[in-house]
């Protein structure tokens, strides 16, 4: 567990939630495109 103590590491924090927000929103198609269909997924996934 963390505890993110002071403004600035709030701040710090969000930055990077939001960053990571962004890449996501950018890369979405391409990275659930590689999902193996459930028939072709390995055994006990």
């Known amino acids: ?3 993110p103590l002071g403004s600035d590491t709030v701040a ?3 930055a ?3 960053a990571d ?3 996501l929103r950018d890369w979405r198609v391409v990275s ?3 999902d193996f269909p459930a028939e ?3 055994p006990g996934a």
């Open 1 to 3: 567990m963390r505890l």
């Open 12 to 14: 710090a924090i969000e």
């Open 16 to 18: 990077k939630h939001a």
């Open 21 to 23: 927000a962004t890449i």
């Open 32 to 34: 659930v495109s590689t």
């Open 40 to 42: 072709t997924a390995l």
